[in-house]
């Protein structure tokens, strides 16, 4: 029995990484024809998560332009998938998290009258400008969705509180988890940039980009991290640096040449998922990480005001510091001198799922699909 066309829609690494594992369950699914296109959101860093799973897209908007704005993003998917989604007439459009792909999609399969599965669906900070625009990109696509794919009982809660049906949501874990555990290898052998770095010393892995961060707090965050490997003689900062100017400036204007800091493109999925693995302590804006980083056993500082991730904070896995350069630094200080604070977090049980959260959507989505058909 043939049971349909499901189409998946991604524009940036943490998209792709997300549903890589999805695509993969897809696939092996011979019932069902999977289509994939990607917006290019971001070009770069998309296409070596998609060498690395092995995805080769169907249709690709390749929207990436320098000095790109919200507005021109959202146009440019929304008019790009107009035309794929009319020719492929799919039974369900499948978009993952938070970005302006995911929003503007879901949108143009909503004109379309073609059902939305949300996959991430229900984290909320319910604050709309923080993260920004991550909070409503996600809010609104739970508005357009019908399948909403929750990694956790706290996301699910949310979705209801939204008043979104009960039968519409399923808790599934992160597919996150999913991946990283296909590629985290114990035995990875380090090259190019990472080859030089002390792997002896204790690695501090920092990431900042988020709009909110820009200006000043990143300052503050910097000038903590200085403080920090002054201190410390056996502490090095490995920082993969975002391409944007706002925060590449800023990061070699402070940390530019100073010893034992380690400024460096952006990684490839597989080579940072295995630094991860090797650091010993996680200080980032990013959303991912706080799901991530736990799965390896390493405690996440997040340098953030708010998070859309609760069930780490209750889980003991992250701490939110904020951009203040005192609190950053004394609580990094804290898991630098304090051994049973660090094994606190270091064990404590991730909340985002145990790596098969991939093969229950596949089965949810398997359900809907007969259903469908059966209802034509």
């Given at each position: 029995?043939?049971?349909?066309?499901?189409?998946?829609?991604?524009?940036?690494?943490?998209?792709?990484?997300?549903?890589?594992?999805?695509?993969?369950?897809?696939k092996?699914v011979?019932?069902?024809?999977?289509v994939?296109?990607?917006?290019a959101?971001?070009?770069d860093?998309?296409?070596?998560?998609l060498q690395?799973?092995?995805?080769?897209?169907?249709?690709?908007?390749n929207?990436m332009?320098?000095?790109?704005?919200?507005?021109?993003?959202?146009?440019?998917?929304?008019?790009?998938?107009?035309?794929?989604i009319a020719?492929?007439?799919?039974?369900?459009?499948?978009?993952?998290g938070?970005?302006?792909t995911?929003?503007?999609a879901?949108?143009?399969a909503?004109?379309?009258?073609i059902?939305?599965?949300?996959?991430?669906?229900?984290?909320?900070?319910?604050?709309?400008?923080?993260?920004?625009?991550?909070e409503m990109?996600?809010?609104?696509t739970?508005?357009?969705?019908?399948?909403h794919?929750?990694p956790?009982d706290k996301?699910?809660?949310?979705?209801?509180?939204?008043?979104?049906a009960l039968f519409?949501?399923?808790v599934?874990?992160?597919?996150v988890?999913?991946?990283?555990?296909?590629?985290v290898?114990p035995?990875?052998?380090?090259?190019?940039?990472?080859?030089?770095?002390?792997f002896?010393?204790?690695?501090l892995?920092?990431t900042?980009?988020?709009?909110e961060?820009w200006?000043?707090?990143?300052?503050?965050?910097?000038?903590?991290?200085i403080?920090l490997?002054?201190?410390?003689?056996?502490?090095e900062?490995?920082?993969?640096?975002?391409?944007?100017?706002?925060?590449?400036?800023?990061?070699?204007e402070?940390?530019?040449?100073?010893?034992?800091?380690?400024?460096?493109?952006?990684?490839?999925?597989?080579?940072?998922?295995?630094?991860m693995?090797?650091?010993y302590l996680v200080?980032t804006?990013?959303?991912?990480?706080?799901?991530e980083?736990?799965?390896?056993?390493?405690p996440?500082?997040?340098?953030?005001?708010?998070?859309e991730r609760?069930?780490?904070?209750?889980a003991?896995?992250?701490?939110?510091?904020?951009?203040?350069?005192?609190?950053?630094y004394?609580?990094?200080?804290?898991?630098?001198?304090?051994?049973k604070?660090?094994q606190?977090m270091?064990?404590?049980?991730?909340p985002?799922?145990?790596g098969?959260?991939?093969?229950?959507?596949?089965?949810?989505i398997?359900?809907?699909?007969y259903?469908?058909?059966?209802?034509?």
């Open positions: 029995m043939h049971l349909g066309k499901v189409m998946t829609v991604f524009g940036t690494r943490p998209e792709a990484i997300k549903m890589a594992p999805v695509i993969k369950e897809l092996k011979k019932d069902i024809n999977t994939v296109a990607v917006t959101q971001h070009r860093m998309l296409d070596q998560v690395l799973f092995e995805i080769k897209p169907d249709y690709d908007l929207l332009e320098e000095g790109q704005d919200l507005y021109s993003i959202t146009t440019g998917v929304i008019d790009g998938m107009k035309d794929i020719k492929e007439e799919p039974d369900l459009v499948l978009v993952h938070d970005t302006t995911t929003f503007a879901a949108l143009a909503f004109y379309q009258k059902p939305v599965g949300h996959v991430e669906a229900g984290l909320r900070t319910h604050y709309r400008y923080s993260p920004f625009p991550e990109n996600r809010t609104l739970g508005k357009l969705a019908e399948l794919f929750a956790t996301a699910k809660e949310n979705l209801l509180a939204e008043a979104t519409k949501i399923w599934t874990g992160n597919t988890i999913d991946a990283l555990l296909e590629t290898r035995e990875y052998s380090f090259s190019g940039d990472l080859a030089s770095i002390n002896n010393n204790r690695l892995l920092v900042t980009h988020r709009r961060n200006g000043n707090k990143m300052r503050n965050i910097y000038e903590a991290l403080d490997v002054n201190e410390f003689p056996d502490v900062v490995v920082f993969p640096v975002h391409k944007n100017p706002v925060v590449k400036d800023v990061a070699e402070m940390l530019g040449g100073r010893e034992r800091f380690h400024l460096i493109d952006p990684l490839d999925y597989e080579p940072f998922a295995n630094l693995n090797a650091s200080l804006d990013s959303g991912g990480m706080q799901e980083a736990p799965s390896l056993g390493k996440v500082l997040v340098l953030r005001d708010t998070t609760p069930e780490a904070l209750q003991g896995t992250v701490k939110l510091v904020g951009t203040n350069k005192d609190m950053i004394k609580e990094a200080r804290l898991l630098l001198t304090d051994a604070e660090y606190k270091a064990r404590a049980i991730n985002y799922g145990d098969k959260a991939a093969v229950r959507i596949v089965d949810i398997k359900d809907f699909l259903v469908r058909i059966g209802a034509q």
